[in-house]
């Protein structure tokens, strides 16, 4: 009888071999984890005996019918081809992006069940064995650079059309001989919200709500709605927050999920006070604060601004002198050693000498007044700070607004240059050989406007030589007549008489 869709797979034997699609065998291994649905396996390639304490990959395992590996499997294939991760790396600049490098997969049948399988590199321990042995607290600049190297990884994977889904420390990984190196492992639940290029809709579906990791999934995920690039951002900011201050205001309502949507809808309206107020005595979380209110900002299928949120943790890596490259310090420290107050130089020896006088023969009373006095100056100091950070943050926000709109201005001012220089070549082109036909053409009237005008000339020079002549005959028949007329009256005159 077949299993249940949701059922752990009945482990494999120890030593077993596997195929995978590309005709490469694999050894399993001892059995070192599992997962929601599926079991984790040392693994070594071929078919001979490894030492497992060096073994550099491990198989995944889960019955066919089961949905998360499969999920997972086509995420590798088509956003996370060695190739193109190696490119991405070199346009940003980066040294490392902590995505897991796959290596195989497959179908293997035992004991008449069949089994999806998937080969990847071996990491680590997970964040989360880190964050409880050290106390549930890490310090300030751990917790930046943590971020830091988690927005590389979503910018990478959103922009390949995928969301992941389910950060958490639990699926954040050491690397195996790298202790430095992290990964966002686990894609079961990955997402791709823009499947050929046509960003899904926003629609809220209570039957399906409040999926996910409960302490950090996002506000959407909480009203049913499909998850988006803002859903990871904002669950990163709940990560991040966690290992900062040790506690999230809706822990104790994780058996209620409507009052922990009710908890995040009034720390993301509230921002960034929520955040200040739930923040243990010292701890810096003003990076935390501007990336939820960026976050909160976003639309649904909007795409984030990676830079200016990468950006807020360098610059806050920056303030403890500390590198994105340096190496993560996971040593246990206090409360106050992991937020801040060493971090203003001014105030970190009168600390340390109150630390010194207490252990000496000077009064504990006095000690203590002391003490508050230095703690009372570092809270005043952290004030002045955060406001002049604030005050920096929104001038820079202005600043890069103001760019844009010119950028815009200047690009468009640009476009419309170009086009009338288009234009204007197109009509010389087009009048060129007009204005060589016009000229042609005034030249032709030209000269028949002078024929004509000859012409004229001669026809009335002949008119008027014409007209001369008619009077002259005129003007003889009128003198003639007028003698003819003289003559009778003279013949009648002399005949009266």
């Known amino acids: 009888m077949p299993p249940r869709k949701k059922a752990l797979p009945r482990p494999l034997p120890e030593g077993w071999i596997v195929t995978d699609a590309e005709k490469r065998q694999w050894r399993l291994g001892k059995m070192i984890g ?8 040392l693994a070594s390639p071929g078919t001979g005996k490894h030492d497992e304490d060096e073994a550099e990959f491990v198989i995944k395992v889960e019955y066919k019918e089961n949905g998360p590996l499969f999920s997972e499997l086509k995420f590798y294939q088509r ?3 060695p190739a ?8 940003k600049r980066l040294r490392f992006l902590g995505i897991p490098k796959y290596c195989g997969h497959g179908i293997v049948e035992f004991d008449e069940l069949s089994y999806r399988f998937m080969v990847i590199e071996r990491l680590g321990k ?4 880190i964050f409880e042995k050290q106390g549930k607290m890490f310090k300030n600049q751990v917790v930046l650079n943590l971020g830091l190297k988690m927005l590389h990884v979503l910018e990478y994977i959103h ?11 639990a699926n954040i990984l050491l690397g195996f001989k790298d202790s430095n190196k992290l990964y966002l492992a686990d894609y079961g639940l990955s997402y791709r919200y823009s499947p050929n290029q046509i960003h899904k809709k926003y ?12 302490e950090y999934t996002s506000i959407d995920a909480h009203k049913g709605v499909a998850p988006s690039r803002r859903s990871d951002l904002e669950i990163l900011g709940y990560c991040m927050l966690h290992w900062m201050c040790g506690k999230l205001p809706w822990e104790q309502y994780l058996n209620k999920p409507e009052l922990v949507l009710e908890a995040k809808t009034k720390l993301m309206e509230k921002l960034p006070e929520s955040v200040t107020q739930i923040s243990p005595h010292g701890a810096k979380c003003g990076e935390i604060a501007k990336i939820l209110s960026l976050v909160k900002k976003l639309g649904y299928d909007e795409r984030p601004n990676y830079h200016m949120l990468q950006k807020i943790l360098l610059d806050g890596l920056k303030e403890t002198q500390k590198d994105f490259n340096d190496f993560l310090d996971f040593s246990p420290v206090s409360e106050v050693e992991a937020h801040g107050y060493c971090l203003y130089n001014q105030h970190a020896t009168t600390i340390k000498s109150v630390r010194r006088d207490i252990r000496t023969t000077q009064p504990v009373e006095k000690c203590l007044n002391e003490s508050k006095t230095s703690l009372t100056r570092s809270r005043m100091v952290q004030n002045k700070v955060k406001e002049d950070l604030d005050a920096k943050w929104e001038e820079a926000k202005e600043n890069e607004n103001s760019l844009e709109k010119h950028k ?3 690009k468009k001012n640009k476009t419309e240059e170009n086009h009338f220089n288009k234009i204007t070549q197109n009509l010389t082109k087009e009048l060129k050989p007009r204005t060589t036909q016009l000229l042609t053409k005034k030249k032709y009237a030209e000269d028949e406007c002078n024929k004509l005008t000859g012409s004229d000339r001669q026809y009335e020079d002949e008119y008027l030589i014409q007209q001369a002549n008619d009077d002259q005959i005129e003007f003889s028949w009128r003198k003639w007549c007028l003698l003819l007329v003289f003559l009778i009256i003279l013949i009648v005159i002399v005949t009266l008489y």
């Open 34 to 41: 599992q997962g929601g649905f599926g079991l984790i396996y």
């Open 79 to 81: 956003a996370a081809k």
């Open 84 to 91: 193109d991760i190696q490119k991405w790396m070199q346009v």
């Open 126 to 129: 997970d964040l989360q064995h």
């Open 159 to 169: 922009e390949n059309e995928y969301i992941h889904g389910d950060i958490k420390a």
């Open 203 to 214: 629609e809220e579906r209570p039957k399906k709500g409040h999926n996910g990791t409960i």
């Open 408 to 410: 815009k201005y200047k």
